[in-house]
């Protein structure tokens, strides 16, 4: 079966779901599957020969377990040798991505356009799990529209999910509860523009009983996911783990019974020695940093902070990377917390009826 998936997610999601980020939400949440961003199949390919290019793309630390790889493509062959690789470099499981609606990303053939051939993907599923024990999931929209093509209707999706299932073998689907228009809107406005329904994901867990279903958009705090989780199996958390992560505070004890009883600034410290270190590997603290912007969100004088952070260390990339002095680094990011408001106790914001 599907283990050892939990039941809250944070979603792949480019440029913000990279190690950084993933090694930040460890320290407010032991509890989520965590997910890469989506990874192309020529990246893993073509570094399949050098070890240390694939560590540049694949390398993560031991404390993101569980952790899911998202994979972009639809070549077989190629998908198969990348699946491989992944497995040897330990994650807990394999996504595809049947979602996004960029136009590049169209016109490479996979993404959400992959939707308009359920068999096509049954059989990468199938694929993949003769080269692979790894337990494999797809994320996808209800539905896709383009100038050539219709699947909107609740129907489609569920021969989707059908032939994905039976043909593939596929037992975990994470659905972005909105239809997708390719060609039409951005990435973005097709994160937006069409409009949420819950319901269908419902449905297809009552017609599917037998399935993980997991649902994901626009959801944005405890008590919602809660909500879903009489509906579904599991709830995946895109924008609002990113923009407002410590809304996530509260997760550990809902699931875990163990409470995270650490402050922002606590997270913040603790993240520092993160930063210092990752300079060893060559990496600007500024590109570290950035993924927790949001973490004071809401709180008094949390653009200063940022304006102050992003100005500092920005400044810092006048140094060879090699000669760049860590006690700066760590006086600007602890100098840092002192323009904002000092520590209340903050854990358990929530009122939450379980
Ligand atoms: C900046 C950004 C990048 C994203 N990149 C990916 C991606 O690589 N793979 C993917 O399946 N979805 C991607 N998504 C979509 C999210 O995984 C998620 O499905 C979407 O944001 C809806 O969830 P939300 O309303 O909780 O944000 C991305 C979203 C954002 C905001």
Same mark, same amino acid.
């Given at each position: 079966?599907?283990?050892?998936?939990?039941?809250?997610?944070?979603?792949?999601?480019?440029?913000?779901?990279?190690? @950084?980020?993933?090694?930040?939400?460890?320290?407010?949440?032991?509890?989520?599957?965590?997910?890469?961003?989506?990874?192309?199949?020529?990246?893993?390919?073509?570094?399949?020969?050098?070890?240390?290019?694939?560590?540049?793309?694949?390398?993560?630390?031991?404390?993101?377990?569980?952790?899911?790889?998202?994979?972009?493509?639809?070549?077989?062959?190629?998908?198969?040798?990348?699946?491989?690789?992944?497995?040897?470099?330990?994650?807990?499981?394999?996504?595809?991505?049947?979602?996004?609606?960029?136009?590049?990303?169209?016109?490479?053939?996979?993404?959400?356009?992959?939707?308009?051939?359920?068999?096509?993907?049954?059989?990468?599923?199938?694929? /993949?799990?003769?080269?692979?024990?790894?337990?494999?999931? /797809?994320? @996808?929209?209800?539905?896709?529209?383009?100038?050539?093509?219709?699947?909107?209707?609740?129907?489609?999706?569920?021969?989707?999910?059908?032939?994905?299932?039976?043909?593939?073998?596929?037992?975990?689907?994470?659905?972005?509860?909105?239809?997708?228009?390719?060609?039409?809107?951005?990435?973005?406005?097709?994160?937006?523009?069409?409009?949420?329904?819950?319901?269908?994901?419902?449905? /297809?867990?009552?017609?599917?009983?037998?399935?993980?279903?997991?649902?994901?958009?626009?959801?944005?705090?405890?008590?919602?996911?809660?909500? @879903?989780?009489?509906?579904?199996?599991?709830?995946?958390?895109?924008?609002?783990?990113?923009?407002?992560?410590?809304?996530?505070?509260?997760?550990?004890?809902?699931?875990?019974?163990?409470?995270?009883?650490?402050?922002?600034?606590?997270?913040?410290?603790?993240?520092?020695?993160?930063?210092?270190?990752?300079?060893?590997?060559?990496?600007?603290?500024?590109?570290?940093?950035? @993924?927790?912007?949001?973490?004071?969100?809401?709180?008094?004088?949390?653009?200063?902070?940022?304006?102050?952070?992003?100005?500092?260390?920005?400044?810092?990339?006048?140094?060879?990377?090699?000669?760049?002095?860590?006690?700066?680094?760590?006086?600007?990011?602890?100098?840092?917390?002192?323009?904002?408001?000092?520590?209340?106790?903050?854990?358990?914001?929530?009122?939450?009826?379980?």
């Amino acid at each position: 079966m599907i283990l050892p998936y939990r039941k809250v997610s944070i979603a792949p999601m480019m440029d913000w779901t990279n190690r @950084h980020f993933r090694y930040f939400i460890r320290l407010i949440t032991k509890y989520v599957n965590l997910y890469t961003e989506m990874i192309s199949e020529h990246a893993i390919y073509h570094k399949r020969n050098s070890q240390k290019d694939l560590k540049h793309l694949l390398d993560y630390d031991s404390c993101e377990h569980p952790l899911i790889f998202q994979i972009g493509g639809s070549h077989i062959p190629i998908i198969k040798e990348c699946v491989k690789i992944v497995e040897e470099w330990n994650y807990d499981g394999i996504n595809i991505n049947c979602g996004c609606p960029s136009e590049k990303v169209f016109e490479n053939q996979f993404g959400a356009i992959l939707m308009a051939e359920p068999r096509f993907i049954a059989n990468i599923v199938k694929e /993949i799990k003769k080269v692979s024990k790894l337990p494999v999931s /797809i994320k @996808h929209r209800l539905g896709i529209k383009s100038n050539h093509l219709d699947k909107t209707h609740y129907e489609d999706l569920k021969e989707f999910i059908k032939i994905c299932y039976n043909e593939g073998g596929c037992e975990h689907f994470i659905i972005h509860a909105r239809h997708a228009y390719l060609g039409k809107y951005s990435p973005k406005k097709n994160r937006v523009v069409p409009p949420l329904i819950y319901e269908w994901v419902y449905q /297809i867990k009552e017609e599917f009983p037998e399935l993980m279903i997991e649902i994901n958009g626009g959801i944005d705090n405890i008590q919602d996911i809660l909500n @879903h989780l009489k509906y579904v199996d599991a709830v995946m958390i895109g924008r609002a783990a990113y923009e407002d992560p410590y809304f996530l505070i509260d997760i550990d004890e809902v699931f875990l019974n163990q409470k995270n009883s650490l402050s922002r600034k606590e997270i913040f410290l603790k993240f520092v020695s993160y930063v210092l270190d990752q300079i060893d590997q060559g990496i600007y603290p500024h590109s570290v940093v950035i @993924h927790t912007f949001g973490l004071f969100r809401g709180i008094k004088n949390s653009n200063k902070w940022k304006q102050y952070l992003t100005k500092e260390l920005t400044n810092l990339k006048k140094y060879p990377i090699e000669k760049l002095p860590k006690e700066l680094v760590y006086d600007i990011l602890t100098k840092s917390l002192e323009i904002l408001p000092e520590p209340i106790y903050e854990a358990n914001r929530h009122t939450i009826v379980l």
